[in-house]
């Protein structure tokens, strides 16, 4: 037997930047991210729901590339987004042939702008497209600014699974535009906020007992707190996947998808009419009450976090939690399985010790944490009677 052992390093700049109307004739930010070495193209996809917002948006970027030197704009294309995207290979097919038409190479940019599910299929069409091409984000909800669009991760659904198709790919830049960010309707808009909860919660006590702190302004959706919020949000993930130790997620521990394992079967089971950000809101709930439970969180601090969670109005329980198999137990409880499986390893599942740190444990009782659900689903139904 012969042969040897190489090891390749690469070196990857993850640049988060934020910004008010990126595309604005006196913002350089973007001109100065770039490369302008003469031939490189310049392709944007734009999600289609954004032009009832956004009805300048096409020109102003036109406008934008035409006094760029060194570069020239492909072309602008608008398709369409949602969970939908990403549900079939529709929208990363057009965005692939387009990449191709336009001739994108490897030294040219893809720009996408628009919600989570836009960037992860457009994303995943950039990171395969002549293998990869240099991709930069504009992520358009609080969801995408606050966590996923700052993240090296793209994907699409297949199988009946959330993100079984896709590739890790750290984008050129992302770009938080907070003019993207107040447009949405107000309870996605809210929603996103789970996921700066969640950080707060495995990663920065002190950020969460800020959001504790400000709830009432975050409910509202103050735009000075939802910018700072998804901002610190934004910082926590990308330096976590930085510097966490495992950017390609090659390890079995995931802190960044608290609460994950449930809210991925919960989407599924509910045909995603919870959207992702509703999801999280519950399986963090669970996760929390579950961790006090079983004696690892202070029952105090599990209050903490179911309280912000309702007085942000996200849910902390949903009827797809009440469906069962031909066995009698739980649906959700495959989303165990499937997490395990995603992950390889063994199950790995991330439980609170205390607002702010997080530790692995590798199983969870079923009948405890169904007494959870149960206990969750009273205090929401308590709280709809009353309101
Ligand atoms: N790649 C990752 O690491 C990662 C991490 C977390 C979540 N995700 C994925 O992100 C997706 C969820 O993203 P999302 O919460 O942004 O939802 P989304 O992309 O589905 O967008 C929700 C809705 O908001 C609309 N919208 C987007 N921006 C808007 C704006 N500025 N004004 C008005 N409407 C706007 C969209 O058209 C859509 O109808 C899920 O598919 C989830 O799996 C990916
Ligand atoms: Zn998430």
Not at 57 to 64: H, N, T, V
Not at 236 to 241: E, F, G, T, Y
Not at 334 to 359: D, I, N, S, Y
Request: proline residues 2%.
């Amino acid at each position: 037997m012969s042969g040897e052992d190489f090891n390749i390093t690469v070196n990857f700049r993850h640049q988060i930047r934020f910004t008010r109307g990126a595309f604005r004739a006196e913002n350089s930010l973007v001109a100065e991210l770039l490369e302008t070495r003469g031939r490189s193209k310049v392709l944007v996809f734009v999600e289609e729901g954004l032009r009832v917002f956004f009805p300048k948006l096409e020109a102003e970027i036109q406008s934008y590339f035409s006094d760029l030197r060194g570069l020239s704009l492909a072309g602008v294309e608008w398709l369409p987004g949602g969970e939908e995207a990403k549900r079939g290979d529709a929208v990363y097919q057009a965005a692939m042939a387009q990449i191709e038409q336009k001739g994108i190479d490897r030294h040219s940019y893809v720009m996408v702008i628009g919600g989570g599910a836009f960037l992860d299929v457009v994303g995943y069409a950039a990171a395969t497209g002549h293998r990869g091409v240099r991709l930069l984000r504009f992520p358009t909800t609080t969801l995408s600014q606050d966590d996923s669009g700052v993240g090296v991760k793209n994907g699409l659904n297949a199988f009946g699974k959330k993100n079984f198709i896709g590739a890790f790919a750290v984008p050129f830049a992302v770009v938080n535009d907070f003019c993207f960010l107040h447009t949405q309707p107000e309870g996605t808009r809210r929603a996103g906020l789970i996921e700066a909860v969640k950080v707060a919660l495995v990663r920065d006590g002190e950020f969460f007992t800020w959001m504790e702190a400000n709830v009432g302004k975050l409910r509202e959706l103050d735009e000075g707190a939802l910018e700072e919020a998804v901002q610190r949000s934004a910082l926590l993930h990308a330096r976590h996947i930085a510097q966490g130790g495992d950017p390609f997620e090659l390890g079995s521990s995931r802190p960044l998808d608290y609460g994950h394992w449930a809210a991925h079967k919960l989407e599924q089971l509910s045909d995603f009419k919870l959207s992702h950000g509703e999801a999280v809101s519950v399986g963090v709930a669970l996760d929390t009450l579950y961790a006090a439970r079983v004696g690892l969180l202070d029952e105090r601090e599990a209050e903490r976090v179911l309280c912000v969670i309702e007085q942000l109005a996200l849910p902390v329980w949903h009827e797809a939690l009440e469906l069962r198999d031909e066995e009698g137990r739980r649906r959700v409880f495959h989303g165990l399985e499937e997490f395990r499986e995603h992950l390889g390893g063994e199950l790995t599942v991330l439980l609170l010790k205390e607002a702010g740190q997080g530790v692995d444990v590798h199983e969870i009782d079923e009948m405890i944490w169904e007494a959870c659900a149960e206990e969750l689903k009273e205090r929401a139904l308590a709280l709809t009677e009353l309101g």
